[in-house]
């Protein structure tokens, strides 16, 4: 099973990829996930990053390309993998398309998650993180057994750099001038699927394995 799951921040691509890994066995690649270990290992790579996001940008194109490109030829990526939050651009897309060609490999959905913006801006400025495990929480819709501690592994839970209002509001409109596309753009090769994430967590998560089961 090979899965983009596509989405403006906050849809519940990082939510939803964790459930879907944990269901079918194959890795989430999350090039946020990666990009943010980069910049606080202050690595070359992450140190170029960090600009960019901190402004709701998006890191150039080479950047996240070469860190997919070499993700995918692990060996853990053989029996599939969930991309999210990549790709974000039509360059990226096409450069996705020439390595898994290079790999034999295909994709078999584009999960695309479709939630209002008001929805979008009340997760992200409640969405909080653990700062050991990276588990994600949100104070009203997922909140820890305890205030402020993670479920998992009681380690503190943070609020992310880039989840502030204007932030937020700079990435919404990177998504729609250079992420939205991608919809028409996998459309045409039959590979989009909309599902409905309005729904709680556990709905979204119905609603895309019953589709991938049916498909
Ligand atoms: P979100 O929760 O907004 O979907 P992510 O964690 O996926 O955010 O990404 C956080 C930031 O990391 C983005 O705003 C962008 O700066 C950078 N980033 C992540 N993935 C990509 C990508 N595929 N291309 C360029 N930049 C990326
Ligand atoms: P993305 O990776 O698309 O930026 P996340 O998966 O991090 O989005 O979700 C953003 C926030 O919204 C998190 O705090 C998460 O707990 C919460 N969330 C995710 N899915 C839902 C949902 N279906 N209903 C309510 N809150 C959700
Ligand atoms: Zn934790």
């Known amino acids: 099973m090979n899965l983009i799951l596509l989405g403006p921040p906050g849809a519940g691509k990082g939510t939803q990829s964790v459930l879907l890994e944990r269901h079918f066995g194959i890795p989430q690649i999350s090039t946020g996930d990666m990009l943010r270990t980069a910049v ?10 960090k600009g960019f996001m901190d402004a ?13 490109r070499e993700r995918l030829q692990e060996t853990d990526c053989l029996a599939g993998f969930i991309l999210d939050g990549f790709p974000r651009t039509v360059a990226q897309a096409d450069a996705l398309s020439e390595s898994l060609s290079q790999l034999s490999r295909a994709l078999d959905a584009v999960i695309s998650l479709q ?3 008001d929805a979008l801006v009340e997760r992200l400025t409640g969405r909080r993180t653990c700062k050991d495990c990276g588990k994600g929480y949100h104070l009203k819709f997922d909140p ?3 205030n402020g501690s993670c479920s998992v592994c009681s380690g503190e839970l943070v ?3 880039d989840d502030h209002e204007e932030t937020i509001r700079r990435r919404m409109d990177t998504y729609h001038q250079q992420t939205a596309p991608l919809e028409q753009y996998y459309s045409q090769s039959g590979l989009l699927v909309k ?4 729904d ?3 709905d979204v ?7 991938l089961q049916a498909s």
């Open 144 to 146: 820890p057994a305890v």
């Open 205 to 211: 998560h119905r609603s895309i394995l019953a589709y």
């Open 115 to 117: 939630v209002d913006t």
């Open 159 to 161: 609020q992310r750099d």
């Open 40 to 49: 606080k290992a202050a690595t070359p790579m992450g140190t170029q990053a």
């Open 195 to 198: 599902i409905d994430g309005m």
């Open 56 to 68: 709701g940008n998006l890191v150039p194109d080479h950047v996240v390309v070469g860190i997919v």
């Open 200 to 202: 709680a967590i556990d």
